[in-house]
């Protein structure tokens, strides 16, 4: 079946076909496509950077300096390079990598802690 139509429809047929080839595709509809391509990239970085945050034993926190990022102990440098990667790829700034050092009354509640659950 070929549909068919010069300057006006002749039929309802050819109307109806016309509505579904031509609606669909309005000014709204393209700019619609286009913030969805710009947000997919944005989305996907997110969700890669969650991922291997959770994946290393990370803990996320938003504070009034900044965004934290602490990672367990003996976290090798392959996956703390990955994750400062994956920041500056999203157009996040890293003004600084540091290495948190154990307070002394944090290492004093581990050691009892440990103490304890051994009686």
Same mark, same amino acid.
């Given at each position: 079946?070929? !549909?068919? &139509?010069?300057?006006?429809?002749?039929?309802?047929? #050819?109307? !109806?076909?016309?509505?579904? %080839? *031509? +609606?669909?595709?309005?000014?709204? +509809? &393209? @700019? *619609?496509?286009?913030?969805?391509?710009?947000?997919?990239?944005?989305?996907?970085?997110?969700?890669?950077? %969650?991922? !291997?945050?959770?994946?290393?034993?990370?803990?996320? #926190?938003?504070?009034?300096?900044?965004?934290? !990022? +602490?990672?367990?102990?003996?976290?090798?440098?392959?996956?703390?390079?990955?994750?400062?990667?994956?920041?500056?790829?999203?157009?996040?700034?890293?003004?600084?990598?540091?290495?948190?050092?154990?307070?002394? *009354? @944090? &290492?004093?509640?581990?050691? +009892?802690?440990?103490?304890? #659950?051994? #009686?």
């Amino acid at each position: 079946m070929v !549909i068919t &139509w010069g300057s006006e429809p002749d039929s309802r047929l #050819e109307e !109806i076909a016309r509505t579904v %080839v *031509e +609606t669909p595709f309005t000014r709204r +509809t &393209w @700019s *619609e496509l286009l913030f969805m391509m710009a947000g997919m990239p944005i989305a996907f970085i997110g969700i890669a950077f %969650v991922g !291997i945050t959770m994946a290393a034993g990370g803990r996320v #926190e938003i504070g009034p300096l900044g965004l934290g !990022i +602490t990672l367990p102990a003996g976290t090798e440098r392959d996956v703390i390079a990955e994750i400062n990667r994956v920041l500056v790829e999203g157009a996040i700034s890293v003004y600084r990598l540091q290495e948190v050092q154990t307070s002394l *009354e @944090s &290492w004093f509640l581990q050691v +009892t802690k440990r103490l304890g #659950e051994s #009686e």
